[in-house]
């Protein structure tokens, strides 16, 4: 059952940071620049393009606003727990633990994005679309 949830959970984070990198070639004028939704206003009718763009945005914000704030949330966590941990074994191993953790996490949060960008300028993907890069995608 383990290896089923795992399995799943790889499965979506490669699909997170393949199609999360997706951004526009050449972005369309009066379209909110700024939130998760890129279309929707009476100037700005969504297209099917606008989906890639919001996934972008989302995958944007949880690789480069949420996961380092976390990440530096519990590495204090961690280092208080060490720092006052008064001669406690248990509190010391915790918090050590704790920091390993968070380092062990965003180095398979970024690292998963970096071998997948590394497969896929070496297997060619850019020239295949007929894209300049593998994570653009224009969007009229």
């Known amino acids: 059952m383990r290896n089923k949830i795992a399995t799943v959970f790889i499965g979506i984070l490669l699909f ?38 919001m996934f972008d945005r989302i995958v944007d914000f949880f690789l480069f606003t949420l996961a380092p704030s976390i990440a530096v949330l519990f590495l204090v966590i961690g280092g208080v727990m060490f720092i006052t941990a008064g001669g ?7 918090g050590k633990k704790i920091m390993t953790s968070v380092g062990i996490g965003l180095l398979i949060i970024y690292g998963a994005w970096v071998l997948i960008d590394t497969f896929l300028v070496t297997m060619g993907v850019a020239q295949w679309t007929g894209l300049g890069t593998w994570f653009e995608f224009p969007c009229p």
Do not use: H, W, Y
């Open 16 to 53: 997170f940071l393949i199609f999360g990198s997706i951004t526009l070639a050449g972005a369309r004028t009066n379209c909110p620049t700024e939130g998760f939704v890129p279309c929707g206003t009476k100037d700005c009718p969504c297209q099917f393009c606008d989906f890639f763009v």
């Open 88 to 94: 406690s074994p248990e509190r010391v191993q915790e």
